[in-house]
Each structure stands twice: as structure tokens, then as C-alpha cells.
């Protein structure tokens, strides 16, 4: 454990260099839950704190007296925590998982219950709380193949990080026959996707409409990692109106640059002028206006599924505003998703090569257009209810223990 800590350390102080809020998860400071007891959320990034709003007002609802914590490990899923999550007591940077740092707030804190969103297991963390008497749930829990294999290999060290969780609720069938070669069936049931349950944000969108007119070509390309803006950007039908929206805050200079550097007319959404000029993108560098822009286009594509080392991000978000999804093969991570969205014809999975032709034949055939939003709009609908599960889930375990 001494080599973990150390290499751990490393690798914090060199991704720091680029990453600040890594530095600062070193010396966050621990929230005072005036003696109430805790209940500590801890969402990765944007999806899954996005994904744990509708279960989040429920736990508030049932634990009132409760002080609410939430954490992520990073800059944009604590932004989006604030914005999402606008009733927790503190919010704050998961600390490092160093023994020494969750030590302490394991001790401090103690808390009743700690709930991780869908997957980030942290060996020292989970000891700590198990240690003071926490109980530890995941939810909407899942588990890829790959990691699966890589868990089953090393089956002693599986064995410790999960028996420190009580309880497994799980998105499906499939994410629980993996997690039954590294832990307990007892303590594994399925809790349901909890993006399936994300609603659509309210927006007013009058203010644009007089920039953008309804039938105007308008997409939104977003959570984009390099180099899927160049690729894309040189791919589209040069005709289009793009919101572009990279996924990480850290390259909105870094986007603009290449926009320029490719003569593409743009501007950016913090220097948005009363009137649009012959600007066709628009590069959305403030966070939380992806409701705008999907209200706004009549479909978005949604990246980090270009990038074979990404593996996608929520392609159902879209639908909840009645447009369509596209996205790329490499979608590991959303393979529920995936077929969801296939099976219900609310978007088409594309490459590279593929996606000019498969827009032009989108936006020159209206019938095609209807039918993908109609089924978007009805896929947003369905499925609904793994949050109310997952909390009844939640306080049955609770009354036992």
C-alpha cells in the first residue's frame, strides 16, 4: 500500500502540471457537517452527476435532517454539481486517495452512508469509511468488459476492494454477471440506469430564435475531445450552423486556436454579439448550455465516441429535447445506450467517412427527420424509474442495518 501511495502521488503532481484541480484535490479542505449525519454522493464528472439529480431530491425528501456532501473528481463535474445538485450542505473535490488524506476524513465526517455513481472505486477511501462504520452503496453501478477481465485477473486485490462495498445496484443484466466473478451475489441487485431518468433542463430560447431561424441547418457537435473538432469540422456540409462544445474547459482556447488556424469563421458564446455575423460555429466555452443548444439544433453529435480512448458519453442527453443523436463506434462505455437508442431509431451510429453523407440524406429527406425526432422524443419518455427504484433499494438496506 506504501507503493500505491507513492505512485499515486506521482501521478497527481504530473497530471497537476495540466490539470490543476488535481493539485487542489491534495489540500481540499474537509466540510464541517455540524454533527449531522453524513450522506456523501460522490459522482465522477458531468455525466453521472447529472444522472443522480432526480435520486438526489428523493434522498433529500426521505433524510431531511441529513447533511449532503457531494464530491467529483473534476473541475466541470463540480461545476455541474452546483448547478445540478443545488440542495447539497458542501460540495467539494474528491480528496486524493492517499491513507493519510482519507483518513482524516473518513474520521471527520464520518459518514452514514457513502454512494458512489456508477463506477471510481478508491482502495484507502473505501477502508477508511468501512473502518468508522459507513456503509458504502453503488449505484446505477456498471463494469466493462475490459475492466471486468482485469479485475478477474487480479482476484486477491478485487477481492479486498470490493468486499469494502455493502451494496451493489446495478444499471443490468449484463453489468451484474460481471460484477459476480469479483464480488458477493448476495449483495448485488439491479437498481436501474439512472440516466435514463435525466429530464430536460427548462430553457428560453426566444433571444436566439431571432438569431437562428427554425428551419436553419443548425447541429450541435458536442463533449468533443482531440482530435475529433479538426475531423469533424472537416467533415461536415460546409452549409451548417454548429454549436461546438468540447468536453473539458481546459481546451477552449486551445479549440479556438485550431478554429482559426482553420480559417472556420466563429465566435465564441462568451463574446456573443447582438446580431450573428457570417460566423457558421459558434464555440461554447461556458459550461451548462448544452439544453440551450440541443433546443436550439435539429440534431446533435455527440463525440468521445470518435476517440478510441474515450468510449462516448450520455447520446441519449439529445433526446430529451427532441432531436436526434449521432455518434461514432467507439462506444464502449454507453453500450446500454447504445442499443437503446438503435433499437428505438432515435439516432445512427457513424464514422468518419460516413457522416457527410449521412447528414445530407438526413436534412434533405423531411420524412427521415420526423421520424428520428418522433422516436427521440418518445425514447426520452421510456424506460423512467430507476431512481425511484434504486431509492426504495436504498432504504430497505438501510432499515437492516
Not at 202 to 214: A, G, H, L, M
Amino acid at each position: 500500500m506504501i507503493l500505491y501511495d507513492l505512485i499515486l502521488l506521482i501521478l497527481t503532481l504530473l497530471v497537476s502540471i495540466k490539470k490543476r484541480y488535481h493539485f487542489r484535490r491534495l489540500f481540499a479542505p474537509i466540510p464541517d457537517s455540524l454533527n449531522k449525519d453524513v450522506i456523501w454522493i460522490h459522482a465522477v464528472s458531468v455525466g453521472e452527476t447529472k444522472s443522480v439529480k432526480t435520486l438526489f431530491a428523493s434522498l433529500q425528501r426521505a433524510h431531511p435532517d441529513s447533511f449532503f456532501l457531494v464530491t467529483t473528481t473534476t473541475e466541470t463535474g463540480l461545476a455541474e454539481a452546483r448547478r445540478s445538485l443545488a440542495g447539497a450542505d458542501a460540495y467539494s473535490y474528491l480528496p486524493i486517495d492517499l491513507r493519510w488524506i482519507v483518513r482524516r476524513w473518513a474520521q471527520n465526517l464520518r459518514p452514514k452512508l457513502f454512494i458512489m455513481v456508477e463506477s471510481d472505486f478508491w482502495p484507502n477511501l473505501l477502508a477508511a469509511i468501512k473502518k468508522t462504520g459507513g456503509k458504502t452503496i453503488l449505484v446505477s453501478g456498471k463494469l466493462s468488459v475490459r475492466s471486468a477481465r482485469r479485475f478477474a485477473r487480479f482476484k486477491f486485490f478485487s477481492k479486498k476492494l470490493f468486499d469494502r462495498i455493502d451494496l451493489f445496484l446495478l444499471q443490468n443484466e449484463e453489468d451484474a454477471e460481471r460484477f459476480f466473478h469479483v464480488a458477493e451475489r448476495g449483495r448485488i441487485q439491479i437498481g436501474g440506469n439512472l440516466k435514463l431518468d435525466y429530464k430536460p433542463v427548462p430553457v428560453d430560447t426566444s433571444e436566439w430564435r431571432q438569431k437562428i431561424s427554425p428551419t436553419e441547418r443548425a447541429i450541435t457537435l458536442s463533449c468533443t475531445h482531440a482530435p475529433e473538432e479538426e475531423e469533424l469540422l472537416a467533415r461536415l456540409p460546409q452549409d451548417l450552423f454548429v454549436f461546438l462544445a468540447p468536453r473539458h474547459p481546459e481546451r477552449f482556447d486551445e479549440v479556438a486556436r485550431l478554429l482559426e488556424k482553420k480559417n472556420i469563421p466563429f465566435t465564441r458564446w462568451t463574446k456573443l454579439v447582438e446580431k450573428r455575423g457570417g460566423e457558421r460555429v459558434v464555440l461554447v466555452d461556458a459550461m451548462g448550455q448544452l439544453p440551450i443548444c440541443y433546443s436550439l439544433s435539429r440534431l446533435a453529435i455527440v463525440a468521445g465516441s470518435f476517440n478510441p480512448n474515450v468510449g462516448g458519453h450520455n447520446i441519449l442527453e439529445p433526446c430529451m429535447y427532441g432531436i436526434p443523436t449521432f455518434f461514432g463506434s467507439h462506444m464502449f462505455s454507453q453500450k446500454e445506450l447504445v442499443a437503446r437508442v438503435l433499437a428505438a431509431k432515435a439516432g445512427m451510429q457513424v464514422t468518419y467517412e460516413t457522416l457527410a453523407p449521412v447528414l445530407e440524406t438526413f436534412f434533405n429527406t423531411p420524412s427521415i427527420e420526423t421520424e428520428m425526432g418522433t422516436a427521440a422524443r418518445a425514447l426520452a419518455e421510456s424506460g423512467r424509474g430507476a431512481s425511484a427504484a434504486t431509492l426504495q433499494m436504498i432504504e430497505r438496506f438501510l432499515e437492516k442495518v
